[in-house]
């Protein structure tokens, strides 16, 4: 069975993240582990990391997937906010390392005014002073696609193979996300459009290097470049596209995350459609 999760809250206590995400019956569970529009950073009291343990052990949910801080900025220009950036990372990356997450998933960065290149560069300067201060043994750091949206990288294949491959480390791997990969002009809804990304992805970057997909249609048309999720079947991306990597044979083997907008039990709702179409034919087109 494809294992489909969510998204959930991590306010409050950092263990509560397992009680919510049995509460709309996921199988893995995504949680911001500071708050994502805030720099300050808490440290988590041992009884807190305890009852994590203890839930992580009791509940049947699994891979646990961190999101990296909305505020992070690893191309930034400005030396001052790159640097707070890369702090922010490693004290999110060392307590993911401590909890013992499966993945950390991040937007690598955003060029604001700089060439790509030296965007791309910035990035790569700062994944190596983290992995220096890191030493990642328990959780794979994800850099995740993006749409494109306000000199965002990581939107084509290409800009995220040079961002991974330089290191060529187990624990350096690729997060997809449907409704960027489609908002940055990948067709994924079309049989066609499916199989030629998942082709470029394959010679590009390597299957193996894919942990987690992001599970979210789109608000915006296709090629928009904006990044607005939509609840599935409900956005430009449509059922077919969520058929087309539920069936697909490397695919179906990773977790598939929602993170569609939290409003009443649409959770439960987006997690019931994705489990329906699961080994449906995808419909013959022409
Ligand atoms: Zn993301």
New binding site residues.
Partial sequence: MVNIGTHVSSSKSIDLVFDRGLEVGARSIQFFVSSPRSWKWKERTDKEKELFFEKKEKFNISPLVV?ASYLFNLASADENLRKKSINGVINELNLCEELKIDYY?I?AGKAKGQKEEKAIENILKSMEEIFLKVNLKNTVFLV?TLAGQKGEIGKTTQEICQLVKPFESENIGVCL?TCHLYSAGYKINTEEGFKSYKEELKNIIGLEKVKVI?CNDSKTPFNSHKDRHEHIGKGSIGLEGFRLFLNDKDFSKLPFILETPKEGNWDEINIKTLKSLINVPVAQSG
């Fill in positions: 999101h998933v937007h995740e996300d992001h």
